[in-house]
């Protein structure tokens, strides 16, 4: 059975580090584009960032520019997302996707994922 399981997230003041990962089972994720994609109550499902299935491409949504990193390593069936800088707008539950696209902005949008939402994992930024 194909699944992607998040984790990492946990409570956070303003300012610090969480990084999380999104394993994969039942499949190579070398495969596959893999997005990370946040939700926060009373919004809706946005794509935070995303990584080519080589790793050579990657894109950000802007308020994340120079704070998150995405990287990847295929040898353990994982991706990351570094998250530095934290404020507290970045505060939701975080999902990794399969998606369909991964060299351009399009990549953002959840239209474009494949397959269906795992559990995500919840990131606090509070003081």
């Known amino acids: 059975q194909l699944q992607l399981v998040e984790s990492g997230g946990g409570l956070v003041q303003p300012g610090g580090s969480l990084r999380l990962s999104c394993a994969a089972s039942?499949?190579?994720?070398?495969?596959?584009?893999i997005g990370w994609f946040r939700q926060a109550p009373g919004k809706e499902r946005e794509g935070v960032s995303c990584?080519?299935?080589?790793?050579?491409?990657?894109i950000y949504k802007d308020s994340v520019k120079g704070r998150f990193t995405i990287s990847r390593d295929n040898a353990k069936n994982t991706v990351y997302l570094q998250m530095n800088s934290l404020k507290p707008e970045d505060a939701a539950r975080y999902y990794c996707?399969?998606?369909?696209?991964?060299?351009?902005?399009?990549?953002?949008?959840?239209?474009?994922?494949?397959?269906?939402w795992g559990q995500g994992t919840q990131v606090t930024v509070a003081s």
């Open positions: 996707a399969r998606i369909s696209f991964g060299y351009d902005s399009r990549c953002l949008r959840a239209t474009g994922v494949l397959g269906s």
């Open positions: 990584i080519s299935n080589g790793g050579t491409s990657t």
């Open positions: 039942g499949f190579t994720l070398g495969s596959y584009n």
